[in-house]
């Protein structure tokens, strides 16, 4: 019988909405058995272990395996498998107790399991009939939680994480960019468009660029994830751009943290969220004319580049997917 409390005692401890049945079985069970309570609060660690893990995201509606491969969100998931499986040590889509989704499209989350969000990208797609079906909700943007609040639910900051670490390699290129070509999109992205004809080493990677970009910019269809530390180090600067979307409500790329934390230098399109993590260590374009001025100057004056570079890394190396594994463990905690 104990236990059969204990168990449900924990179970209400995680509900982000308690009624007034749990809040009486709360201040009853502390009022007669505070040491008891303080116990439950404090070995709360012990619901992750042997509970089962799952992790949803966008790519898993892929049916070509190789093609997830080349989404982000599939090495997000990637490298959050690793550091819950550390926590909970069952990570598995069979009948899993815990489930977290890697907003991007919204989905039907399974019955009868906690479930998480973390909205870390196409903040339009969000509405408060969404919101509804989750029990803990993160955000990937402190300014975006606010409109969160307006549709009257709780959340809390979750920025992205890196699992990359710096390298010393030879420049091999001028100018890079790592992204899929985008349907409806002039030359494929608005960032490869403002470079336009430039005299630098330029080198696009992602699908569906052969056929529209010149054959001196191509870099290839295709370039591994675990390979990306090597390229950003090998390179001058690394472009990095963010969804219409993302951009206006702060929701800061992911790739950001990868280019700093691999040694790289980066310039992104316009995001009011990368001051806010990363100061000035990110210089941000307005125009294809400020873009061009920006490439000209970080390439012709080395020590500035530097003196940015160094600065971002230290900040993108401070942010790991160990931190957001323990990050999720601690907001279902409270």
Known sequence: MKERIVKYLRHVLLK?????????????FSLFFSERMIWLNATTNEFWQGQRVSIVSNSDSVPNLYRQLRWGDYWVKYELIKELGEISGIVTNEEPDIVIHLFGFPTKMPKNTYKIVWIYSHPDRVNAKLLRQYDKIFCLSYSFIKKINQMGFEAELMIGATAKRPLRREIKYDIVFVGNHRMGVPLGRKIVQDVGETPY???VWGTGWKSILPEKYYGGQYIDNQRLDELYASSLIALNDHHEDMAREGFVAIRIFDILASGGFCISDRNSGINEIFGDSVPQYESPEHLRELIDFYINNPDERLKLMEKGRKIALSHTWQKRAEQFLKGIER
């Open 201 to 203: 080493n330029f080198k």
């Open 16 to 28: 982000r909405k308690r009624n007034i049945g749990d809040r009486f079985l709360i201040t009853a």
